[in-house]
Protein backbone atom coordinates (compact mmCIF):
# COMPACT_ATOMS: atom_id res chain seq x y z
CA UNK A 1 0.00 0.00 0.00
CA UNK A 2 1.04 3.15 -0.40
CA UNK A 3 0.26 6.30 1.52
CA UNK A 4 0.02 10.41 0.27
CA UNK A 5 -0.93 13.16 2.29
CA UNK A 6 -1.52 16.46 0.35
CA UNK A 7 -0.79 19.70 2.14
CA UNK A 8 -0.44 23.31 0.47
CA UNK A 9 -3.87 24.55 -0.66
CA UNK A 10 -5.65 27.43 0.12
CA UNK A 11 -7.46 31.10 -1.01
CA UNK A 12 -5.49 33.02 -3.32
CA UNK A 13 -6.62 35.65 -5.71
CA UNK A 14 -6.28 35.16 -9.36
CA UNK A 15 -2.99 35.36 -10.80
CA UNK A 16 -1.76 34.45 -7.50
CA UNK A 17 0.27 31.35 -6.74
CA UNK A 18 0.36 28.54 -4.60
CA UNK A 19 2.89 25.02 -4.33
CA UNK A 20 0.69 21.58 -3.63
CA UNK A 21 2.80 18.83 -2.20
CA UNK A 22 2.38 15.17 -1.90
CA UNK A 23 4.30 13.63 0.79
CA UNK A 24 4.84 9.54 -0.20
CA UNK A 25 5.32 6.63 2.14
CA UNK A 26 5.07 2.57 1.86
CA UNK A 27 6.77 1.67 -1.70
CA UNK A 28 9.84 2.74 -3.32
CA UNK A 29 8.92 5.74 -4.69
CA UNK A 30 10.72 5.87 -7.24
CA UNK A 31 8.87 3.07 -8.75
CA UNK A 32 5.61 5.50 -9.39
CA UNK A 33 4.10 7.02 -11.57
CA UNK A 34 2.24 10.00 -9.98
CA UNK A 35 -0.99 11.81 -11.36
CA UNK A 36 -2.52 15.70 -9.67
CA UNK A 37 -5.85 15.58 -10.19
CA UNK A 38 -9.17 18.07 -9.53
CA UNK A 39 -12.45 18.13 -9.16
CA UNK A 40 -14.86 21.07 -8.51
CA UNK A 41 -18.46 20.92 -7.09
CA UNK A 42 -20.72 19.19 -9.46
CA UNK A 43 -18.11 18.18 -12.05
CA UNK A 44 -15.65 14.44 -12.83
CA UNK A 45 -12.72 14.56 -11.31
CA UNK A 46 -10.18 15.53 -14.34
CA UNK A 47 -6.40 14.82 -14.55
CA UNK A 48 -4.15 17.90 -14.30
CA UNK A 49 -0.87 16.70 -14.36
CA UNK A 50 1.17 13.13 -14.32
CA UNK A 51 4.45 11.66 -14.82
CA UNK A 52 5.86 8.18 -15.31
CA UNK A 53 8.19 6.66 -13.14
CA UNK A 54 11.01 8.89 -12.05
CA UNK A 55 8.99 11.42 -13.77
CA UNK A 56 9.37 11.92 -16.56
CA UNK A 57 8.11 12.42 -19.01
CA UNK A 58 5.30 14.61 -17.92
CA UNK A 59 1.57 15.36 -19.05
CA UNK A 60 0.02 18.68 -18.68
CA UNK A 61 -3.80 19.16 -19.46
CA UNK A 62 -4.00 22.34 -21.68
CA UNK A 63 -5.77 24.61 -19.54
CA UNK A 64 -2.60 24.37 -17.54
CA UNK A 65 0.18 24.12 -19.80
CA UNK A 66 2.66 27.16 -19.03
CA UNK A 67 0.79 27.86 -15.76
CA UNK A 68 1.33 25.41 -13.83
CA UNK A 69 4.75 22.48 -13.43
CA UNK A 70 5.18 19.07 -11.69
CA UNK A 71 8.25 17.68 -10.17
CA UNK A 72 9.22 15.35 -7.78
CA UNK A 73 12.49 15.56 -4.72
CA UNK A 74 13.31 11.86 -4.65
CA UNK A 75 15.08 12.46 -1.28
CA UNK A 76 11.74 13.92 0.47
CA UNK A 77 9.77 11.26 -1.66
CA UNK A 78 7.42 14.17 -2.37
CA UNK A 79 5.24 15.23 -5.12
CA UNK A 80 4.71 18.61 -6.17
CA UNK A 81 2.35 21.04 -7.89
CA UNK A 82 3.37 24.83 -8.74
CA UNK A 83 0.62 26.45 -9.98
CA UNK A 84 1.70 29.95 -11.11
CA UNK A 85 -1.19 32.52 -12.71
CA UNK A 86 -4.07 31.33 -11.14
CA UNK A 87 -7.53 31.63 -12.39
CA UNK A 88 -10.79 31.62 -10.70
CA UNK A 89 -11.53 28.26 -13.18
CA UNK A 90 -8.78 26.32 -11.07
CA UNK A 91 -10.42 26.44 -7.86
CA UNK A 92 -10.83 22.75 -6.92
CA UNK A 93 -10.30 20.07 -4.21
CA UNK A 94 -6.86 18.81 -5.91
CA UNK A 95 -5.33 15.22 -5.31
CA UNK A 96 -2.30 13.56 -5.80
CA UNK A 97 -2.50 10.00 -6.75
CA UNK A 98 -0.47 7.02 -7.17
CA UNK A 99 -0.32 4.17 -10.16
CA UNK A 100 0.90 1.46 -8.74
CA UNK A 101 0.60 -0.99 -11.75
CA UNK A 102 2.94 -2.54 -14.35
CA UNK A 103 3.29 -0.03 -16.68
CA UNK A 104 4.91 2.62 -15.18
CA UNK A 105 7.08 3.64 -17.85
CA UNK A 106 4.31 5.05 -18.99
CA UNK A 107 1.79 8.59 -18.16
CA UNK A 108 -1.82 7.60 -17.16
CA UNK A 109 -4.43 9.70 -17.64
CA UNK A 110 -7.65 8.19 -16.24
CA UNK A 111 -8.95 8.61 -12.35
CA UNK A 112 -9.70 4.62 -12.76
CA UNK A 113 -6.17 3.50 -13.35
CA UNK A 114 -4.75 4.87 -10.06
CA UNK A 115 -5.12 2.98 -7.15
CA UNK A 116 -4.23 5.16 -4.24
CA UNK A 117 -5.29 8.90 -3.27
CA UNK A 118 -4.63 11.55 -0.85
CA UNK A 119 -7.31 13.37 1.13
CA UNK A 120 -7.11 16.30 -1.00
CA UNK A 121 -6.86 19.83 -0.62
CA UNK A 122 -8.88 22.55 -1.35
CA UNK A 123 -7.90 25.33 -4.02
CA UNK A 124 -10.14 28.09 -4.07
CA UNK A 125 -9.01 31.42 -6.64
CA UNK A 126 -10.88 34.69 -5.62
CA UNK A 127 -11.51 36.81 -8.60
Known amino acids: QVQLVESGGGLVQAGGSLTLSCAVSGRTFSSLAMGWFRQAPGKERQLVSA????????YYTDSVKGRFTMSRDNAKKTVYLQMNSLKPEDTAVYYC????????????????????WGQGTQVTVSS
Open 97 to 116: AAYLGEYYNLVHRTPAEYES
Open 51 to 58: DARGGRPI
